[in-house]
C-alpha cells in the first residue's frame, strides 16, 4: 500500500530492507499521481 497523504524522507541507512516489487507500469502511475498530488498541493 501507498499512501499519498503523507510524505517522509529518511536516510537510506535506515530502512532495512523491502517487503516486495512495484511493476513498472504501477510505479509510472504513482510517480503521475504524485507529482498531481505535489502539483495541487497549494490549492487545499
Known sequence: MI???RLAVV???MLEGSI???S???M???R???AE???DS???
Open 20 to 22: 516486495g516489487m512495484i
Open 28 to 30: 509510472r502511475r504513482i
Open 24 to 26: 513498472p507500469e504501477r
Open 11 to 13: 536516510e537510506g541507512e
Open 3 to 5: 499512501r499519498m497523504g
Open 37 to 39: 498530488w505535489v502539483g
Open 42 to 44: 497549494g490549492e487545499r
Open 32 to 34: 503521475k499521481r504524485f
